[in-house]
């Protein structure tokens, strides 16, 4: 326990220590079993999904001897196999302009996301333009548009306080005129008032259905992996607002390691199309199951 610990220990890093001084073997019983529960509930994962994890890895090992490697190893790969089936890449549709709706709390990290997003798509060769629904936060706004100089991407923005809904119809309108591949379009999130929130959602969905009654194609929920719990929350609201279509969690550069993420994968079943690893505009990236897996309980 005096050995200097890295800078991000892992759960199970935290629980044995790390280095040469944690390898011995210890036997898995009921104790350590409790222990390695007690270490999965606190990453957030929640309790029915750590208990599920901890007996998968139980069975037919209890009595026996393992090293904390293996113990990392096992834990790891039930993890990754609970978040495979949600690792998926935005789909991409042959539809011009492909519309994606981002709606999360303020604060999440939708604004910064736009901007990588954009920033990829570029870098893919393809057009985009940025709408800049949240008209009531002037700082969102100017934000998306350094965004926007930086991935060389057009912003359309609307005079303060005015109806994001006709902004969004003005940039499908544009998008559409510049032959966009895709129109990236930010919202407002509020959540203090959540009548109103919905009703703002639901209207510019409805006005961009005139344009194309398919549109949003993807409406994806930026999470904030430093809120922990708070996330499973968010995704019941967001859910019920509008048709969430998949998750960015955004943070995971930081001391989070996201274990919410195992309760939403298990929970909700939605994909994960990226995680935000910093805030510069190369900070995303998609999710890797084994490697979050790999980090959550080094
Ligand atoms: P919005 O209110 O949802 O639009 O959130 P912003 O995009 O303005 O982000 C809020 C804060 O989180 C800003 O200071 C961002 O730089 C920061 N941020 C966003 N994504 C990440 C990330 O992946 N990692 C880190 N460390 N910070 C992030």
């Given amino acids: 326990a005096s050995a200097p610990e890295p800078a991000r220990p892992g759960l199970i890093g935290r629980l044995f220590g790390q280095g040469p001084a944690a390898e011995p073997r210890r036997v898995l019983d009921d104790e350590m079993l409790e222990s390695l ?29 393992l090293s904390v490697s293996e113990i990392k190893a096992l ?21 011009r302009p492909q519309v994606v709706l981002v709606v999360g709390v303020n604060g999440s990290g939708k604004t910064t996301t ?31 548009k350094v965004w926007g100089e930086r991935a060389d991407v057009p912003v359309l923005t609307a005079p303060e ?20 591949d895709l129109l990236l379009i930010d919202t407002a999130g509020r959540l203090q008032n959540r009548q109103d ?6 209207k510019i969905v409805r006005v961009i259905r005139k344009k194309d009654p398919e ?39 930081g001391t989070a390691k996201g274990g919410v993420l195992v309760a939403l994968a298990d929970r909700f079943g939605l994909p994960i199309h990226a995680i935000g690893v910093g805030e510069q505009i190369d900070d995303l990236a998609p999710f890797d199951p084994e490697e979050f897996a790999r980090a959550l309980v080094g």
Avoid: C, W
């Fill in 37 to 65: 529960e007690d270490l999965l509930i606190s990453s957030d994962m929640g309790v029915d999904t750590a208990l599920r994890v901890t007996a998968n890895l139980a069975e037919g090992r209890m009595g026996k001897r």
């Fill in 161 to 180: 306080g005015s109806d994001p809904a006709s902004l969004a119809f003005d940039a499908m309108t544009r998008a559409e005129a510049d032959g966009a």
């Fill in 114 to 144: 736009i901007g990588k997003l954009a920033s990829q798509f570029r870098a893919a060769g393809k057009t985009v333009v940025i709408a800049a629904g949240d008209t009531f936060r002037a700082a969102a706004v100017e934000q998306l």
């Fill in 215 to 253: 549109a949003p194609h993807n409406t994806l929920l930026v999470l904030d992996a430093t809120t922990g719990q708070n996330a499973l929350n968010q995704v019941e609201i967001f859910s019920k607002i509008a048709d969430v279509s998949g998750l960015v969690m955004t943070k995971l550069d």
């Fill in 75 to 95: 834990l790891a790969a039930e993890i990754a196999r609970i978040m495979e089936p949600v690792a998926r890449p935005m789909p991409i549709y042959p539809k």
């Fill in 197 to 202: 929130l919905m009703e703002e959602l639901a």
